[in-house]
Each structure stands twice: as C-alpha cells, then as structure tokens.
C-alpha cells in the first residue's frame, strides 16, 4: 500500500544537508586511512588541500593550518601516508571530505623511495659535482653556525672549537624539524652569504650546518629541495654536519665536506692550536739547527779554501819586481819617444816653408783660371740648344692648338647648355649654338633636319697643307 505523500517529512536543502553531515561525522567520527598524496595545494592561509587515493577511489582531504604545522615531513604528491581523523562533508559542494588529524609516512620505505627519486633528480642537474665542491680554509676567523640554539649540538661545536683553536662564530638560530624547518635553514644559509665582507658583522670564512641524530622524519627537512639547492649556490665553503655518522641527508652530497657529526665538523673547520704551536716550534728549531750547521760548514770550506791560496805577500812581490823594472825603463823610453816626435815636426815644419807653399798656390790659381774660362763658353753653349729645343716645341704645339685650327676657318660649336658638339645628328632643328671663330663667338641657330642636303658649297681657295699632327686627345671639341 502507498504511503500518502503528506506525511513524508519535508526537508530544506540546508536542513538534508546538516542532517546527512551529522550522520557522517557521528558514524566515522574517527578514521585511519591509508593511501597515496595526489594533488597537494598549500593555500596562502597555510592550510593544505589534497587529495588520498587507491587504484579505484579519491578522497578529498584537508589538513588545516595548526594541524599542518605539526608535520615532520613536507607532503608530496605520490607519497603514500598514513592518516588519521574524522569524516565531514561540505554542504556548499555537496561533497565528503577527509579532516586530518595526524599524518606519518606508510612505513620508512615510502620515504625512501621519495629521497631516493630526489636525489637522483637533483644529481642530474649538477648539484652533486665534485666539480664544484669548494676547498675548507685551513683557518677560519669566523665560522657560521645553521643550528638549533637550545640543542645540544652548539654546545659541542663552540666545546671542541673551544679546545682546539678559539675562533669567532656566528650563529644563526633556525628550526631543524617540522614543516618550517627547511624554509629557515635554507634562508640562514643565504643570508650568511649576503653578508658584505668587512661589514659590521663579518662575513664568515666557513659555514657549518648541524643537527643531532634521529629518525629519517626527524632529518627530513635537510633533505628537502630548498635547503639542498641553498647549500650548492652557497659562495661560502659549507660542512654538513646532520644525523650520526650512519646517517645521510642530500645536503651531505651537495655540501663541500660531510662531517659524520657535529663534533667533527668543529674538527674540521680548524686545527689543533697546540699541535701548530708544537709543530712550529720544531720546525724553528729545525730551523736554527739547520742554519747553524749549514754555517759552520761554510766556514770549515772557508778554512780549507784559504789553505790553499797563497800569502798575500807574495802576490805583492812578484807585482813590485815587475813594477821596479818598468819605472827603470820609464825614463829612457821618455826621451826616446821624445827625440821621435821631434824629428817628426822637423819634416813637417820643411813642407811649410813659404817657397812650398807659394808654388802650391801658383798652381791652384792657374788650375781655376782654366776652368774658368772653359766655363762661359759651355754655359753660351747649353742656352743655346736648349732656346732652340724650346722654340721647337712651342711650334708643334701652336700647330697642334685648337686656336691654330680656327685661324685656318674651323669653327668650335657648343650647344646650350656650353657644351661641345660632337656630331651634326645631336643637334635638332631650331637649336641653338654658339660658334667660336678665331677672333670672336656667335649665336646661330639650327635649320633644317639632320640628314638634309646642305646647299652647295662656294668655292675657296686652295689652302696650304696642314703639318702632320699628332692624334688629338679626347674631350677637345669638333671642328667644322
């Protein structure tokens, strides 16, 4: 039998909405679920939106800001997870959704698997090149420190730099674990580097990244891709110092030196001030031993050396005999050379007496005046051929003269525009020219078309034949 529709209670939307919400959030008040990071988007309130999925289904999730902040590990898209919380629904959408609680990673294997991917990923880029890695300062003045200022891990840095060679050192407070922790390590590194050298507070020389051990959620955040770019792009030499000697974060490979703790990347950073102390000091004295023996054995050469030379009196003898029988024949020379050079002046004052040189001159004048008198005819001589081969020249050039031809009864014709006509066809009817005469230009004008017959020339006399001329260069103009 049908149910009368009257007495179907009669919902809003808002009241079947509120009604299917408690229902939901009252049966599944409290879930552990397991299942694969799709989609994760961090809003800028800080709350996270992801979604968990299988093979064959999808939940949408979020993890408000507080809860978010709690998280040892950064949530990543393919990551499988663990979570526990509570179903609820949002009636706006009309959709389900997953209120996180707690999130851990399924097992250190999905993490593992996560790191591993990273870390390939990064070594294909370079990040992990030994071509890059930067050498330790054998002895840094200051030394900065990226660690937790409560832990323990500062005391036994600042204790060992302490024991083996006090430096400054900066220190840099940053979060080692949870959700910020990567965000402040990587901005400590960075700003160190930003650090001007010789500013007020000094630039470090070496910087040291450090943290206690613990598991592979506590460490997470040196392995995050942030922190692992800042330690690469660091211009500074960085030691990572994270975890015990077993264990390895990605910033270890892409650091400049992996210390396996704390304590030993204070060993690192600088030497056993005691040690150098000791160790100068033997060299000193090896040193002054050296110097001592390296002298007494050049002085023991010295003595040998000097036995066999002889005594300096007896070089001086042998000089001084030399000397005595040269000073004895000083004087004979003296005069000898002497009476040389006298006899010399003697023959050179007989070739100047005045009869000698009265003859000499005598021949001089009479050698001028000979050339002289040679000299007006030649000079008569060479005037003349050269006014005749001048007179020459100018007749051919007057003959070959385009002033010579208009003189004959040529003429020289320019058009207009002032330029030389070559040819009779260049010329139309009604043109004008200039014609230039031998004594004088006139204006003319063209009649009649090219080609047409002239009238009959008048008869002239016979005109003398024109020297023979050489070919006339280009550009001077037609003559008619």
Known sequence: MDTPSGNIHEFSVSELAGSLKRTVEDAFGHVRVRGELGRVVVAKSGHVYFDLKDEKSVITSIAWKGTAAHFRFKPEEGLEVIIEGRMSTYPGRSQYQLIVETMEPAGAGALMALLDERRKKLAAEGLFDADHKQAIPFLPRT???????????IRDILHRLRDRFPCHVLL??????????????????????????GGRVPRPDLIIVARGGGSIEDL????????VRAAFESKIPLISAVGHETDTTLIDYASDRRAPTPTGAAEIAVPVRAELKASLDT????LVAGLSRLIERRRTELRSAARALPRPTSLLELK?????????KLDGALLAGAAEKRSKLLVLTARLRPVTLRRDIQQKRERLSDRSGRLAPAATRILRDQRRALGNWAARLEALSHTSALKRGFVLVRDGDGKLVRTGASLASGASVE???ADARRGAVIDGAPGAVPPAPVARPKAKPLPKAKPRAAGQGTLF
């Open 143 to 153: 030394i900065g420190v990226v660690t937790s200022p409560t832990g323990a891990v």
């Open 172 to 197: 840099w407070p940053v979060l080692v674990q949870g959700e910020a922790a990567a965000g402040q390590i990587a901005e400590a590194i960075n700003g160190f580097n930003a650090l001007e050298a």
């Open 220 to 227: 997470w955040a040196f392995n995050e891709e942030i922190v």
């Open 283 to 286: 060299l000193g004295g090896r």
């Open 320 to 328: 001084r005999q030399r000397f005595d029988m040269v000073a004895d």
């Open 435 to 437: 014609l230039e005469f």
